[in-house]
């Protein structure tokens, strides 16, 4: 998200009553969330051997944090902060007061898409950009050798970190919304592939994105790409990252945005009927398509939807990035449960810009603008079905 738009959703944050009076999802607010925040997770980050010291640093902001197993979580954050003289190690930008404003990495005095802005007077360093913690929250793994991969005038470090669930070697993929590229990882973090060309911005294929964000499989790996922050469109690959097809485009008319029209394709999940559940964050909504981008179904009045999240009993989780809410539906659109809302505790939110949960239900939701990753546990004798299930991840099983 760019500067422009954090300022948007704050201003919409202070009218939330009003704004829930029309929308059902906020008015779930009242519910008890079901689920409590984990203190002082994660740890602290250590000094390595590369020298580098974190004495008057802290977390960047994260866009995205993968649940592999409940003792391997990926986070992926935008760098790492300096703390302004007298605060707290380690205090997320959330919690700083007085404030220090948006943690968001974007370079000091450049915004999203590289045009000027007002200088905030401080700037994050990339180090300890992608990392493995478990599930005390002490880091159990880095990948130092990839941290100047997201180095570059207008860059500011990844936006989503996933696996997908049918791929037995366990690849890692990574997507760099501001570089506009995709990186495809082993295991181990060798880099396999990158879709898109670095810096460059566009639609063509597989070789220009246009602040891509999030990506989904179907079994066989055939595999589908949101096109973004700029682009207009769902990009469908073989297993291979062969580009086959795309679908979208901007609205005719951006006061009555139609099917297959998008503004901020944001989020993707599919489902066991194989249909698309796709993200237009922009026009506050849920566009749902089949594996060849026919228009199935609309669901609107979701203020922001940032993240979509499948669970295997197959529901849609949504994190509202303006209503700061965590929201359920079934398949066919109706609104089910709600919870969450927003500040700087630990537990409230500050932009739930992705989330995962492992095979114990625990939730990970990473604050893009709160500068930090939350970890809840369900709490003793929870409705489970109040509880964010986990997602599909890949099973050994005997053909392997």
């Known amino acids: 998200m760019d500067a422009d738009a954090s300022r948007r959703a704050a201003l919409l944050v202070a009218y939330i009553h009003p704004v829930c009076a029309l929308l059902a999802p906020c008015r779930a607010g009242a519910s008890t969330p079901k689920m409590t925040p984990v203190a002082n997770w994660p740890q602290p980050l250590p000094d390595g ?13 994260v866009g995205a944090v993968y649940a592999e197993t409940p003792d391997r979580i990926w986070i992926a954050q935008r760098g790492e902060l300096p703390l302004p003289s007298g605060a707290k190690p380690w205090t997320p930008y959330a919690m700083l007061n007085p404030s220090r404003g948006n943690p968001t ?56 970190i996933k696996m997908s669930p049918y791929d037995p070697e366990k690849h890692v993929w990574v997507f760099d919304d501001q570089l506009h590229v995709i990186h495809k990882f082993t295991y181990d973090g060798k880099l396999v592939m990158t879709l898109g060309t670095k810096g460059q911005r566009g639609r063509d294929g597989g070789r220009l994105f246009d602040r891509p964000t999030d990506i989904d499989w179907l079994p066989d790996g055939t595999f589908f790409i949101s096109d973004g922050y700029g682009g207009k469109r769902v990009a469908k690959f073989d297993k291979n990252g062969k580009f086959l097809m795309d679908w979208g485009v901007a609205p005719k008319d951006p006061n009555k945005p139609g099917p297959n029209e998008f503004n901020t394709v944001h989020s993707i999940a599919i489902g066991k009927d194989r249909r698309l559940y796709v993200s237009d964050r922009g026009h506050s909504r849920i566009q749902v398509f089949d594996e060849n981008g026919k228009f199935l179904d609309m669901w609107p009045n979701i203020r922001s939807p940032y993240t979509v999240h499948m669970s295997t009993d197959q529901h849609l989780w949504i994190a509202d990035g303006v209503t700061q809410k965590i929201l359920k539906y079934d398949l066919n659109g109706k609104f ?22 492992d095979q114990e239900r625990n939730l990970y939701v990473s604050d893009v603008f709160g500068g930090r990753v939350h970890k809840f546990r369900p709490k003793p004798g929870a409705d489970p079905a109040k509880i964010v299930g986990p997602e599909l991840r890949y099973q050994k099983t005997s053909d392997h």
């Open 49 to 61: 051997p590369d020298g580098v010291k974190h004495d008057g640093w802290t977390w960047g902001s």
């Open 105 to 160: 990495g974007n370079d000091d005095g450049l915004g999203a898409t590289c045009e000027p802005a007002a200088k905030r007077g401080w700037e994050r360093r990339y180090h300890h950009v992608l990392f493995v913690v478990d599930r005390n929250g002490k880091i159990v793994q880095w990948w130092p050798q990839h941290d100047k991969l997201f180095e570059m005038t207008c860059g500011r470090g990844p936006h989503k």
């Open 336 to 357: 089910l449960y709600g919870w969450g809302s927003a500040g700087p505790r630990p537990g409230n939110f500050n932009g739930p810009h992705s989330m995962s949960v």
